[in-house]
């Protein structure tokens, strides 16, 4: 079936560790999205890209790195610099034209201890 | 700029209840507007879409019209299951955002039987 898979599910992290959420989809879709999820606060976008090799910051980029080297992949690095971390992240893709269905993934639950 | 707002929640709903989810934009321009769903430990679901004014999108027994002169999308529902239970997101893009989201902060809809 197609979707968009990310792994982990539930990640723990000492603090000052990097750690990186897996996104891959198999829909063929040209663009793709990571959002942090806050209790609250709705969804914020943390960066985008619309094209393989080329992504944009969102609201929210600072203390995160993302690659997009394959169309189907869209890793999320949370780094060391990010002072809060421990949030649910969610992954998503669209074709890339602007009908702003975006489909997502199950999420990723990070922990920092 | 653009943003979204939501009526606070948690709503608690018994079952067979009506259900208004209340939803107010701001936009510079025309955009198109979203309801999208979370069941627990999910990532989010495309509910309904309208992408002009007086447009009415509707999808399993919800509905929501586009109200240009309110700026609204209110959710509604004739009567809520159990299974309706899970966060509720109204959300917008702008024509050429190609998919770049503006989500309000969700309600948290509980339905007791």
């Known amino acids: 079936d197609g979707g968009i898979t990310q792994s982990p599910k539930y990640l723990f992290r000492k603090e000052g560790q990097n750690v990186t959420l897996s996104c891959e989809q198999n829909?063929?879709?040209?663009?793709m999205y990571w959002y942090r999820q806050d209790p609250g606060q709705g969804l914020r976008l943390i960066y985008y890209s619309q094209i393989v090799n080329d992504f944009q910051k969102g609201d929210i980029a600072e203390g995160y790195s993302v690659s997009r080297e394959k169309k189907e992949s869209f890793p999320l690095t949370v780094t060391s610099a990010q002072k809060n971390p421990t949030a649910f992240y969610l992954c998503a893709s669209n074709p890339g034209y602007a009908s702003g269905e975006l489909f997502f993934g199950e999420g990723s639950r990070l922990t920092v201890l | 700029g653009n943003s979204v707002t939501q009526m606070e929640g948690p709503v608690t709903l018994s079952e067979e209840a009506f259900l208004t989810i209340n939803c107010t934009y701001t936009a510079t321009g025309y955009p198109s507007l979203f309801w999208y769903v979370q069941y627990p430990g999910e990532g989010l679901q495309l509910l309904l879409k309208a992408t002009k004014a007086d447009d009415k999108g509707s999808n399993k027994g919800f509905e929501a019209t586009y109200r240009k002169e309110t700026t609204s999308f209110h959710l509604e529902k004739g009567s809520v299951q159990v299974s309706d239970s899970a966060v509720y997101f109204c959300a917008l893009i702008e024509g050429n955002q190609g998919g770049k989201l503006i989500f309000g902060q969700g309600t948290e809809l509980s339905v007791k039987p």
């Open positions: 829909l063929n879709h040209d663009a």
